[in-house]
C-alpha cells in the first residue's frame, strides 16, 4: 500500500431536518467533483428511466454503498472524495441517535459540518436542533446551506431572511458559521461551480468552503489516551506476556513512554508495540486499533484510560456535571439508574441534581425535575463507580459519553467538570501510591499458584457482639491448619500501632478505615488471605475500601439480623450458629469463589 502522507483526511458531518437535501447535495458533490465511479451517474440514470422514476442524486449514495464499503463494516452513511487539496469523509447523519452515536464511540470525528436547510420551508425545529448538537459536541466550523433556492426562484430577500433568523439562534449557542451558501443540491447551484442563476451571491462554493476549513489541531499533537478494551495473553506457548488493547483517541504513543492507567493510577513502561498481523512498530497515532506490552505486569482492566505520565492528566470521579441530550421515548428521571458509557468504560448513572433544562429547537429553559425527548439539560451525574474522563474545554473526544436506557442509546453529552466526592480525598491518595509502588518481579499470578490460593480480604461485619472475633479467629485457625497463608488482623492491632497518632476512633473512622485498607492492601500484595473483622460497616465505608484496594479482591460477610444494614454483603450467617458451622460457610464460599480450591 503505498500512504501520500502529503494528504490530508477531513470528515464532515452533514446534518439538517428530514427532506431538506442532504444526501441530493451530497450525490451532487460527487458528481460535480468526478468523485464517482466511471459511468455511475449514467446507470443511475439509465435504471430509474426503465423504472419510470424520477432522478435523483440521492439515488448515487445508495449505488455507492457496496462498492465503497468493500467489505469493511462501516454504517452505510459514509461516503469519500477528494479534492485537490484533500480527502474527505462525508457522513449522512440520517437521525440524532445516529449522529450522537457516531460522534461519541469515535466512529468517526467531524471536525466541520454542513447544515442544511431547506429554503421553501425554512427553519425548522431540527434545524435547530441539530445547530444545538453541533455546538455542544463541540464542532465550531459550521456551514449552513440554504437548499432548494430554485424552489424560491432564487430569491434574494427570501435567503437574507432564512439567514438572519438563523443567525439569531446560532449566536445564542455560540456558533460563528463560516458562511451562508444559497445553493440548489437539485440543480448543481454553488456546489461544485458558482451559480448564473444567483448574480447577486459572490461567495463561495460548497466546494469552496469545504477546502476552506481548517484541520482541528492534529490530535498527535494532544495528550494520548486510549480507553482499554481489554488485556489478553499472548497464548504461544511460554509467552506469559500480556497485550493492552485498545484504539488511540488521540496523541501518540512510542515504545519507551512511561504510562499510567486511571482511575487506578497504575503505571509502566510501554515494552513493546504488537499490531496484528504486522510487524512490531516504535509508534503508534491516533485513530488506530493497537496493543502493547508493559515492563512489568501491572493489574488493569477494561474501563481504564491510558494516558502518558508526562502529559495532562485525566480528572477521575463519581460525580460530574454534563450538559446531555436526551433522546430516549420515555423521559430521563432523577434517581433511575442508567448506564453511562465513556470510552469503554460502563458504569450506573443517576441524575442527582438537574441545574435546567433547555428546549433545544428554541432555547427556552426552565428548572424541572426531568429530562424529555429533545431536551437539553445541565446537570450533574453520580456514577456508581469512578471514571477517568476529560473534561469538554480540554479535550473534547473523551468528554463524550452515551447514555442507555435498557439497552439502547437514549442520550449523550459531554462532560463539563468533574466535581469531588466523598472518595475525592482518598482516590488522589491511591492514585498517588499506586504511581510511585515499586513493582516486585514476582506476579500475582506467581504467587497464587505457589500458595495455591487467591489473596483475598473477608471483612466480616456486623452490629456489636455478634461474636465477630470469635468466627473470624475460628476461620483463621481453620483455614492455617489446611495450609493456607492467612492472616486475622483486630482493629487494635491497628489502632495502637499504625493509628497511635490519631485520637479517637469515632472523629476519625474514616481515616482509620483507610489505614486498615492499606496495611490489608499491603498483605494482600502479599499474596495472604487476610481477615478482618469492623464493627457495623455501612456501603459508605465499604466504597472507602473499594477505593483503596482492588474491589474484586473484597468478600463481605454480614453477621446477625440483616435487616439492620444497607451493605450489600456477600455471604449472610444468622447469630447463633457455632464457630465452626460458620468459619465452614465462609470458607465454602470461598471455595465458591475460586479463591481457594477443593482439594
Ligand atoms: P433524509 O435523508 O430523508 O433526511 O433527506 P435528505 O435531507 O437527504 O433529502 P434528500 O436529498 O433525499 O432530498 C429530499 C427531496 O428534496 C428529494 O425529493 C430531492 O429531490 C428534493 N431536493 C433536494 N434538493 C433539492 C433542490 O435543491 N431543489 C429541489 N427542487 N428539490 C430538491
Ligand atoms: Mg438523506
Same mark, same amino acid.
Given at each position: 500500500m503505498t500512504v501520500n502522507h502529503a494528504r490530508e483526511d477531513m470528515s464532515i458531518v452533514? +446534518?439538517?431536518? $428530514?427532506?431538506?437535501?442532504?444526501?441530493?447535495?451530497?450525490?451532487?458533490?460527487?458528481?460535480?467533483?468526478?468523485?464517482?465511479?466511471?459511468?455511475?451517474?449514467?446507470?443511475?440514470?439509465?435504471?430509474?428511466?426503465?423504472?419510470?422514476?424520477?432522478?435523483?442524486?440521492?439515488?448515487?449514495? =445508495?449505488?455507492? /454503498?457496496?462498492?465503497q464499503a468493500q467489505g469493511i463494516t462501516i454504517d452505510s452513511a459514509r461516503c469519500f472524495f477528494k479534492t485537490k487539496k484533500r480527502n474527505y469523509i462525508i457522513i449522512d447523519a440520517p437521525g440524532h441517535i445516529e449522529f450522537l452515536k457516531n460522534m461519541v464511540t469515535g466512529a468517526s470525528r467531524a471536525e466541520a459540518a454542513l447544515l442544511v436547510i431547506d429554503a421553501s420551508e425554512g427553519v425548522q425545529e431540527n434545524s435547530r436542533r441539530h445547530g444545538y448538537m453541533l455546538s455542544m459536541l463541540g464542532i465550531r466550523q459550521v456551514a449552513v446551506l440554504i437548499n432548494k433556492m430554485d424552489l424560491i426562484q432564487f430569491d434574494e430577500k427570501k435567503f437574507t431572511r432564512i439567514v438572519e433568523e438563523y443567525s439569531d439562534f446560532l449566536k445564542k449557542i455560540e456558533i460563528t458559521p463560516t458562511?451562508?451558501?444559497? @445553493?440548489? *443540491?437539485?440543480?448543481?447551484?454553488?456546489?461544485a461551480n458558482a451559480s448564473k442563476h444567483m448574480p447577486w451571491y459572490h461567495g463561495p462554493t460548497v466546494l469552496d468552503v469545504l477546502d476552506g476549513f481548517i484541520t482541528e489541531? $492534529?490530535?498527535?499533537?494532544?495528550?494520548?489516551?486510549?480507553? @482499554?478494551?481489554?488485556?489478553?495473553? !499472548? &497464548?504461544?506457548?511460554?509467552?506469559?506476556?500480556?497485550?493492552?488493547?485498545?484504539? +488511540?483517541?488521540?496523541?501518540?504513543?512510542?515504545v519507551g513512554?512511561?504510562? @499510567?492507567?486511571?482511575?487506578?493510577? /497504575?503505571?509502566?513502561?510501554?515494552?513493546?508495540?504488537?499490531? %496484528?498481523?504486522?510487524?512490531?512498530?516504535?509508534?503508534? *497515532?491516533?485513530?488506530?486499533?493497537?496493543?502493547?506490552?508493559?515492563?512489568?505486569?501491572?493489574?488493569? &482492566?477494561? *474501563?481504564?484510560?491510558?494516558?502518558i505520565?508526562?502529559?495532562?492528566?485525566?480528572? +477521575?470521579?463519581?460525580?460530574?456535571? $454534563?450538559?446531555? !441530550?436526551?433522546?430516549?421515548?420515555?423521559?430521563?428521571?432523577?434517581?433511575?439508574?442508567?448506564?453511562? /458509557?465513556? *470510552?469503554?468504560a460502563k458504569v450506573g448513572a443517576k441524575i442527582a441534581e438537574i441545574n435546567r433544562v433547555i428546549d433545544a429547537s428554541n432555547l427556552n429553559y426552565e428548572k424541572k425535575d426531568r429530562i424529555e425527548r429533545h431536551e437539553v439539560a445541565e446537570c450533574i451525574l453520580e456514577l456508581d463507580k469512578a471514571v477517568a474522563f476529560d473534561v469538554?474545554?480540554?479535550?473534547?473526544?473523551?468528554?463524550? %459519553? @452515551?447514555?442507555v436506557d435498557r439497552y439502547e442509546i437514549s442520550g449523550g453529552g459531554n462532560i463539563q467538570d468533574g466535581l469531588d466526592d466523598k472518595q475525592s480525598w482518598i482516590r488522589d491518595k491511591v492514585m498517588l501510591r499506586n504511581f510511585k509502588w515499586e513493582k516486585s518481579l514476582i506476579t500475582d499470578e506467581e504467587r497464587a499458584e505457589k500458595y495455591n490460593q487467591k489473596s483475598v480480604l473477608i471483612l466480616i461485619t456486623g452490629k456489636k457482639d455478634v461474636g465477630k472475633k470469635r468466627i473470624a479467629k475460628a476461620l483463621e485457625k481453620k483455614l492455617f491448619d489446611e495450609g493456607k497463608i492467612v492472616y486475622f488482623i483486630g482493629i487494635g492491632n491497628v489502632l495502637y500501632g499504625v493509628d497511635a497518632d490519631i485520637k479517637g476512633i469515632n472523629n476519625h473512622r474514616m481515616e482509620h478505615l483507610r489505614r486498615l485498607s492499606e496495611v490489608s492492601h499491603l498483605m494482600l500484595d502479599a499474596g495472604a488471605i487476610l481477615i478482618v473483622t469492623a464493627v457495623d460497616l455501612t456501603n459508605e465505608e465499604l466504597e472507602l475500601m473499594k477505593t483503596t484496594l482492588n474491589p474484586e479482591k473484597i468478600e463481605t460477610v454480614w453477621v446477625g439480623?440483616?435487616?439492620?444494614? =444497607?451493605?450489600?454483603?456477600?455471604l449472610y450467617l444468622p447469630i447463633g450458629s457455632t464457630e465452626e458451622e460458620a468459619a465452614g460457610k465462609v470458607k465454602g464460599m470461598l471455595q465458591e469463589r475460586g479463591i481457594i480450591f477443593k482439594p
Open positions: 452533514i +446534518v439538517g431536518h $428530514v427532506d431538506h437535501g442532504k444526501s441530493t447535495i451530497i450525490g451532487h458533490l460527487l458528481a460535480d467533483t468526478k468523485s464517482l465511479p466511471e459511468g455511475k451517474l449514467e446507470q443511475v440514470r439509465e435504471q430509474c428511466r426503465r423504472n419510470a422514476r424520477p432522478f435523483e442524486y440521492a439515488f448515487l449514495l =445508495d449505488a455507492l /454503498k457496496d462498492e458562511c451562508f451558501i444559497p @445553493v440548489s *443540491g437539485y440543480q448543481g447551484d454553488n456546489i489541531i $492534529v490530535p498527535e499533537n494532544q495528550p494520548f489516551r486510549m480507553p @482499554v478494551q481489554g488485556v489478553y495473553k !499472548f &497464548t504461544r506457548d511460554g509467552d506469559s506476556r500480556r497485550i493492552v488493547a485498545g484504539t +488511540v483517541e488521540s496523541g501518540k504513543l512510542r513512554d512511561e504510562v @499510567v492507567f486511571y482511575p487506578s493510577g /497504575k503505571k509502566s513502561i510501554i515494552s513493546s508495540i504488537e499490531a %496484528f498481523n504486522k510487524e512490531k512498530q516504535m509508534e503508534v *497515532g491516533t485513530g488506530y486499533a493497537t496493543g502493547f506490552t508493559l515492563q512489568e505486569q501491572i493489574y488493569v &482492566t477494561r *474501563g481504564e484510560l491510558a494516558v505520565a508526562s502529559e495532562l492528566k485525566p480528572r +477521575v470521579t463519581t460525580r460530574i456535571r $454534563v450538559n446531555l !441530550f436526551w433522546l430516549g421515548k420515555d423521559p430521563m428521571q432523577m434517581g433511575k439508574t442508567y448506564q453511562l /458509557k465513556i *470510552g469503554t469538554s474545554s480540554e479535550l473534547a473526544q473523551t468528554s463524550r %459519553f @452515551v447514555i439480623d440483616d435487616t439492620d444494614t =444497607d451493605l450489600a454483603y456477600r
